[in-house]
């Protein structure tokens, strides 16, 4: 992790005779950095004063949501800390303002006016379900913001005010598959989901690429309406289908009762006949189910808490100590701890805060020490990122068994698979 | 859509078929038997009945940790106490809500609606804030999570076989003691006439508080019962309560032989079309179908003829 540095770019935009008042200033502080005076690097009457930044953090606290955003949360303000330990932002620590959008899509969009309008935030890091984010985002159209959005989503969606720093469908999709394919063989694919507009992208996507790319069959294709607990009949229709891979994007509660049902009809999960692959449960999820019940399916996505490398255990110790040591991180959470670094390093590319500057700086902006490895941002506002297969083991973790070897670009807007 | 399977694969799938709508069926008489008595038998709307269900599994999540950390030698019995202790647990919360709010509401129904999903709320929230926002896990016992092998294609689960059993000895034991036992008598004359009922002795504030401990009680059970299939957290409860609401009004609100009538014939309508079509479809049209019915006979499949 880069410690903030002399900023050349917002010196070069100082009158001479700062320059020369500031330049010996700099020299006898040397380990420290300058800040340049709130009014330059904030053109535009954000919430930024000579030694602090104010951001807002929005996600469901409480309501059906808050067991999905709590991680999202906890994650934003580690990353917020941290940056303030090594410094903050151009010199200025961030405050968090912290509102809670109750799992109600037009509370979203009401806390969104708030933060931007009232409070001024130069940044927010929130919404979680598509339908929060779709709220939110005429606020930030209008009145200029810029969300960092965490989930993995459905895609057909690019708006100047948002990054995303979860993967959209393709990215999480089309590598599951393909490998599902070639490692394993599958020919046959049954589709499985919650009914709503996710799964429903995700699964088109999928039938596109099955069809039409490996050749295969998809030998049905289903959905559940959010919240359903009883999954016998699907289990039998599987039994009676016999596919290869039986592709899952149940949702919420209803990811208990299925893993459960699914073991209790006597389907043993690790002999893969069929091979269960999901995109919607990760660690935060298996806490619920239990490790048990989930033994032996794969899942397909960005980031696993197993993850190997060294700035991912630096980021596990530290979100333990931070959060307590029996809690457990999903890919969304670690997708929502990268909102706060990478808008810090836009900030800082661009020697500004304000907000259409960000924008601009962002399109390349690489993070070396993102816990899933290396990230950057497409000109598309979504992030290239490695997708990998983990396989469910009794503890509730994951265990990688298979990393995509380059960077998969994100194609919000997939050609052929629309 | 049959043709491309054997006559012996279509046999297997139908008995499982068939069983797995028996499990929807017991699932469904144990969820809706408290609240047909609450509200079957005092009218209350009682919209925290998930809330007081999920009030269940978390006791059961808490007494499985405790025999996890005390007495793993007999951990795999832990399920009955559990089950015991939701009841009352259940139970004594379902008496203080009615000494606290239900029973300065009797004559506004539609009143106790609105206070019972309020209470709801307050529930989830306070269950949020003891065990935290995320789902727990319940770890059941391995004899409860196998299943039985009949033939290569047909399993039977034990959780299934477990509920079904569960589900029978609760609704007889519920059936007898409004039949027979003296609680019974008095609450089905205090329904049926309260001003005489409380003119030959019977002390119908206390027969509302049992009545109504008790339909929270069985909540309590059926709450311990669903940690075999379902999720439990903080707001899991809300999963249960339109399937609930939608047995109930069915059935005729006091009656609970139209309870079982009605979650029969809706776990069946329901299973049989989840099978032939898809999941969303067949709750679309199951929902029809009652609401089909509804219009046609209001008062629901079955009704007690009451004078009021």
């Known amino acids: 992790m880069r410690l903030p540095t002399f900023e050349n770019t917002a010196l070069a935009r100082r009158g001479f005779l700062k320059n020369l008042l500031a330049i010996p200033a700099a020299l006898m502080l040397a380990h420290t950095s300058v800040p340049a005076l709130a009014d330059e690097v904030n053109s535009t009457g954000l919430a930024v004063t000579d030694d602090t930044v104010k951001v807002g953090i929005l996600h469901s606290v409480t309501g059906t949501m808050a067991i999905s955003e709590t991680g999202s949360v906890q994650a934003e303000k580690l990353a917020i800390e941290q940056i303030n330990a090594m410094g903050g932002v151009l010199g200025r620590k961030i405050e968090y303002i912290q509102e809670d959008g109750a799992s109600d899509w037009p509370t979203f969009a009401e806390k969104s006016k708030k933060l931007l309008v009232q409070d001024k935030v130069a940044a927010v890091f929130g919404c979680w379900t598509s339908a929060s984010r779709k709220a939110a985002l005429p606020v930030f159209e209008q009145y200029n913001g810029m969300l960092y959005y965490p989930t993995f989503y459905e895609g057909l969606e690019q708006s100047p005010n948002v990054i995303y720093t979860g993967q959209e469908a393709t990215q999480q999709i089309l590598e599951g598959l393909d ?9 046959k694919f049954y589709l499985l989901g919650s009914d709503y507009i996710w799964p429903r992208t995700s699964n088109k996507i999928a039938r596109k690429h099955i069809e039409n790319v490996l050749g295969s069959k998809v030998v049905g294709e289903e959905y559940y309406p959010l919240g359903h607990t009883q999954f016998n009949s699907v289990i039998n229709k599987i039994k009676l289908k016999k596919p290869d891979v039986v592709f899952i994007s149940v949702v919420g509660g209803s990811n208990v009762a299925f893993y459960k049902q699914l073991k209790a009809a006597g389907i043993d999960m690790g002999k893969e006949k069929p091979l269960f692959l999901t995109i919607s449960v990760t660690e935060d999820e298996i806490l619920g189910i239990g490790g048990e019940n989930i033994e032996g399916i794969y899942a397909s996505m960005k980031y696993f808490q197993s993850l190997p490398n060294e700035n991912n255990q630096a980021f596990v110790k530290a979100f333990k100590e931070r959060w307590g040591d ?4 999903g890919d969304v959470t670690q997708a929502a701890y990268l909102g706060p670094w990478l808008w810090k390093a836009a900030v800082e590319k661009a020697g500004s805060f304000d907000i259409d500057k960000v924008r601009e700086a962002s399109p390349g902006i690489e993070l070396t020490t993102a816990p899933e490895g290396y990230v950057r941002v497409h000109e598309n506002h979504h992030l290239w990122s490695k997708t990998r297969i983990g396989l469910a083991e009794p503890d509730g973790q994951y265990k990688v068994v298979y990393e995509s070897d380059e960077l998969i670009e994100p194609d919000p807007f997939p050609e052929g698979y629309q | 859509m049959f043709a491309e399977y054997s006559a ?16 929807l069926f017991s699932v469904f008489v144990l969820m809706a038997l408290g609240l047909a008595i609450i509200f079957g038998q005092m009218g209350v709307i009682n919209m ?103 033939t290569d294609m047909v399993e039977v689960p034990v959780n299934g076989l477990f509920v079904m059993g569960l589900t029978i000895v609760i609704t007889v034991g519920v059936a007898l003691m409004m039949q027979k036992s003296r609680l019974g008598k008095q609450t089905r004359a205090v329904v049926q006439n309260r001003p005489m009922a409380a003119a030959v002795g019977i002390n119908t504030e206390k027969v509302d508080r049992l009545t109504f401990a008790l339909g929270c009680g069985i909540a309590g059970i059926a709450g311990s019962a669903f940690t075999m299939i379902g999720s439990t957290g903080p707001t899991s409860g809300q999963l249960y309560i339109v399937d609930t ?27 049989t079309m989840e099978f032939f079509l898809s999941g969303s479809m067949a709750k679309v049209l199951t929902l029809l179908f009652v609401v089909g019915i509804l219009m046609l006979r209001p008062q629901g499949l079955f009704t007690l003829k009451v004078r009021h």
């Open chain 2, 8 to 23: 012996s694969e279509l046999t297997s799938i139908f008995a499982m078929q068939g069983f797995a709508g028996l499990i």
């Open chain 2, 245 to 271: 609401f939608l047995v109930v009004v069915f059935g005729g609100a006091s009656s609970l032989l139209g309870t079982v009538a009605s979650a029969f014939t809706i776990s069946q309508a329901q299973s």
């Open chain 1, 326 to 329: 029996d809690i457990v991180i």
């Open chain 2, 48 to 150: 925290a009945h998930g809330e007081f269900m999920i009030l269940g599994a978390y006791v059961t999540y808490i007494i499985s940790n405790l025999f996890a950390d005390y007495l793993p030698s007999i951990y795999g019995s832990y399920f009955f106490l559990a089950m015991i202790v939701a009841f009352f647990v259940t139970a004594a919360l379902g008496a203080f809500v009615e000494w606290a709010m239900i029973r300065h509401l009797y004559h506004r129904p539609l009143d106790t609606l609105l206070a019972t999903w309020g209470l709801s709320l307050i529930l989830q929230q306070l269950y949020r804030t003891v065990f935290g926002a995320r789902e727990v896990g319940v770890t059941l016992p391995d004899w409860l999570m196998g299943s039985y092998p009949v």
């Open chain 1, 179 to 187: 490998w599902a394919a070639r490692e394993k063989g599958a020919k």
